[in-house]
């Protein structure tokens, strides 16, 4: 079959063609399988490619479209899990050596909605090792590449996610974010990223990294289609301990109206050492906000350094709790960054994980009550511009910072609060490198950050343009 | 004034006598107080009394209950709370030397819910120290007596609060239980007890022992009682990080009705070493339940033993994280067995912790399965009889057990589920020591487990009977 920019278009666009039967399912799939042929040798953003299951998938959600059983607007539509969502009878590796056979025996809470859906699952997308990094720059399944630059880091740890969507390999994703592992790849690849807030989206399926930092999300084309995925994955799950009961909302049309709502700008989101093609990019998306309507004031937030800490405490704990017994009797199977901090979190005691917890509580306090000032924030996703792979520092203004602190700086912070975040993509470097900008939203107000996005988005293109070398 | 029985009549004869003006609070305190004036001195159940603001609240419930503005079931009732509720003006001492002279600026949550159903403040009730043991044997305050014996322990920690209301110094009373805290007082003082489900009732202003664990709720003579009190104090806080945003219920009168109820019987909480005379009084309960039409059954849980382990994993952890900055400056202020415990809580790595939390909500689950099958259980409230003060271990069945983990045994595992458990005055021992059986209800089901212990009370008068020494 010729290959066509089909797989290039968004959600919106496809779903159209695909409800009236301009295009099927089958032949959007086999474009994608084309395009995923052609391009994931130089991008490796799949480790397992389903295409048996994914053309079952396709003929069902074919006849099942042609039979006026429409499911709604993934019906039909191809998208990559991250390969650490338990699918049923397909290898699940978690990017580690480890779980390199694994094979569950059924599929995560988020697989089934998305089946559900009508959603064609094409792949099982790459991540750094257990999800415990940003690069993707992994040991066992080799480096992820960033399809504005194939020498750069996609971001992670869904880095496979990221670089799937902005290249055409797929048409949605799923990816999970613990410490930026959403958001960093959603603005390294230039797609639109959701991080819901926690307990949203079930994680039950869906291998641990650190239990209460631990979210589900989705990355799109857009903010729209965004919503449209967290839609269909998100609700009360009984096999999800954090599962919260609470209705699942989609912004009205009159909610992207954004005159006269109120923007935080976290100034210590905004620090002196911030790449200064990122503050540019992020200021102007704020005065975009601004000719929309909204009143951006200043907001302040607890110390991001604060933030940080507490969230390293937590998470070195937490995930070495995971792996303590493949770390004790598998050690030679874990890359080497692995072993380097799943041994820092041995020397955690617990004493200093509560105290942690108890300062995350009373941090979390401190964002609620920034909250009644503003409808939302907006910040820099990352504080820096992706790095070359391998690459193991950047400089920034002149200063030499550790390339992981850098890049999680400005995300693992929130990881504390809970909090929803969409990441946007709002500009490029002068060479051509993404820059994302993250809105923060109140405990479960994923709504106005959707609507925000989607009011940004209609009034920028960002989000429209391509990775040129593809 | 002559003293009169009039404090040892329950809220339910009281507020009758109080709605009708037949009696005024006024007079029902000073009653009150002078009881406590006799008998506080042997029992040592308070560690202050707080006779001028009792004085002023309940000129206040006169006068209101005069104009007509009766309250409630509580109004112009006197209470004592456990003294590490805090007290606005009034010191709060967690029972410790720590705190000895600490007044809070502020109450907490449970005591501005009693002021606002009109309840009088009497005292503030003696308790193990920092709430960490059940003896309330407390080096700085003095011994806690059992009004039944006044040479054994009254169990704690909340040793006052059971002793206050068991001899008439107060009408009802607030505790906490983290590990057994109001159930085993419940049990050794013949009164009627309630953990409510974790979340329920706000912990804001309460000294916390350990974060995941701690509960607040009533002591009363009767279970009817008991809810009223329940009522009064539960419902969401948003000052507090754990409360559960549901409505609170209590029975109907059609639920005491017992027929066809389903009573799971959990062998693993009546094992070999059970004391033969609770054992005895606990099946003899368990008959009474089938002669109201009950459906009794064995019913699977996990090993006690296991989920003391866990319990007593994380509560040493999270007691050592409330107190490491004084156990390290102050040393020498804490008692011998505080300090014990709280260094055996440094030696717990946050894995191990996180590990204990895993298997937690695992256990847990096994519970949740169960009330798939029974509508509560019920189980010996403590293994054991009370031990006399000072007692290290005692002997069952020609076994020697350490005092604090026999009596601990059946409570302590439960408190790792959250469940709501009632503890009922259910016998007396040849010695006429007292015995508690507890209904442990499913998650936020404090309906059925109150509705059997009315209809429990109704059929049985264990908790009529009174001290025969006081």
Redesign the interface.
């Known amino acids: 079959m010729a290959e066509t920019t089909l797989p290039l278009q968004s959600i919106a666009e496809l779903s159209g063609l695909l409800r009236t039967g301009a295009i099927s399912p089958v032949e959007l799939l086999e474009q994608t399988l084309a395009r995923i042929e052609r391009l994931n040798p130089a991008l490796n953003a799949y480790i397992t490619v389903t295409a048996e299951l994914a053309r079952e998938q396709a003929r069902l959600a074919e006849s099942e479209i042609r039979a006026g059983r429409y499911r709604g607007p993934l019906h039909g539509v191809p998208y990559a899990a991250k390969d650490l969502c338990f699918t049923r009878g397909i290898r699940t590796t978690a990017g580690s050596k480890i779980l390199r056979d694994f094979t569950p025996s059924y599929d995560g809470t988020v697989v089934v909605r998305l089946r559900r859906a009508g959603a064609v699952l094409v792949g099982k997308a790459g991540l750094h090792e257990n999800a415990y990094g940003i690069t993707s720059d992994n040991p066992h399944f080799g480096s992820i590449h960033n399809p504005w630059d194939l020498e750069r880091i996609p971001g992670g740890s869904s880095g496979g996610s990221g670089a799937a969507l902005a290249s055409g390999l797929c048409s949605f994703s799923l990816g999970t974010d613990t410490g930026g592992s959403i958001r960093i790849p959603a603005a390294f690849c230039s797609v639109t990223g959701l991080k819901p807030t926690f307990g949203r989206v079930s994680r039950y399926g869906v291998f641990p990294l650190g239990?209460t930092l631990d979210h589900v999300g989705p990355f799109a084309l857009t903010a729209e289609e965004c919503g449209w995925t967290y839609a269909a994955i998100a609700g009360f799950d009984p096999h999800e301990?954090a599962s919260i009961d609470r209705p699942v909302e989609l912004p009205s049309a009159a909610e992207t109206d954004l005159r006269g709502v109120r923007v935080g700008v976290p100034e210590a989101f905004y620090f002196d050492d911030l790449d200064p093609e990122v503050e540019a990019a992020c200021r102007a998306a704020l005065a975009t906000f601004e000719s929309l309507g909204a009143v951006v004031e200043p907001i302040q937030l607890p110390d991001i350094e604060e933030l940080n800490a507490v969230a390293r405490v937590i998470l070195?704990?937490?995930a070495?709790?995971v792996h303590?017994r493949n770390l004790d009797a598998r050690p030679e199977d874990f890359g080497e960054d692995q072993i380097a901090l799943l041994d820092q979190?041995?020397?955690?005691?617990?004493?200093?994980?509560?105290?942690a917890?108890?300062r995350r509580?009373e941090l979390?306090q401190a964002f609620a009550r920034a909250f009644e000032r503003v409808d939302w924030m907006a910040a820099p996703a990352v504080a820096v511009l992706p790095a070359k792979i391998g690459q193991k520092t950047l400089e920034i203004r002149g200063m030499r910072h550790d390339v992981r602190l850098a890049t999680t700086r400005n995300a693992r912070a929130l990881n504390l609060t809970g909090l929803p975040l969409l990441t946007l993509p709002c500009g490029f470097s002068a060479d051509g490198l993404p820059i994302g900008l993250q809105l923060i939203g109140d405990a479960y107000d994923e709504r106005r950050i959707l609507a925000a996005g989607m009011a940004f988005q209609e009034a920028t293109d960002f989000h429209r343009r391509r990775p040129p070398t593809l």
Chains 1, 2 share one sequence.
């Open positions: 239990h301990d070195l704990a937490e070495t709790a303590q979190g041995r020397f955690i005691t617990a004493v200093d994980y509560l105290n917890q108890r509580r979390c």
